[in-house]
Nanobody
């Protein structure tokens, strides 16, 4: 059974940082690209960032580029991270990690339908 579990969400002040973690089980994670998405209250879920199987390609939404960094857990190879710096109130959302077996391109990275496995989400709240 494939399972993705996010953690690290919290309440933080604007300008602060958080590091989200995603741990995968039930799959050979090195064979999957990973993505992060988020859903704010009253809004649709949106793409945040994605990283290829070998970590050589990354993609970011324009709204987070330069502030967020996606990475893979190369030590355990069972998941990855989303480092979020300079957080803004508009970053408040439930953050989800997801895994796709597809070869990562920009189109695949941003396409929610390309991801077969999803976590349950972790809440990030940024206060002003």
């Amino acid at each position: 059974q494939v399972r993705l579990v996010e953690s690290g969400g919290d309440l933080v002040q604007a300008g602060g940082s958080l590091r989200l973690s995603c741990v995968a089980s039930g799959l050979t994670f090195s064979s999957y690209a990973m993505g992060w998405f988020r859903q704010a209250p009253g809004k649709e879920r949106e793409f945040v960032a994605a990283i290829s199987r070998n970590g050589e390609r990354t993609y970011y939404a324009a709204s987070v580029r330069g502030r967020f960094t996606i990475s893979r857990d190369t030590a355990e190879n069972t998941g990855g991270f989303l480092q979020m710096n300079s957080l803004k109130p508009e970053d408040t959302a439930v953050y989800y990690c997801a895994a796709t077996y597809r070869v990562l391109t920009r189109a695949v990275a941003e396409g929610q339908g390309e991801y077969a496995s999803w976590g349950q989400g972790t809440q990030v709240t940024v206060s002003s």
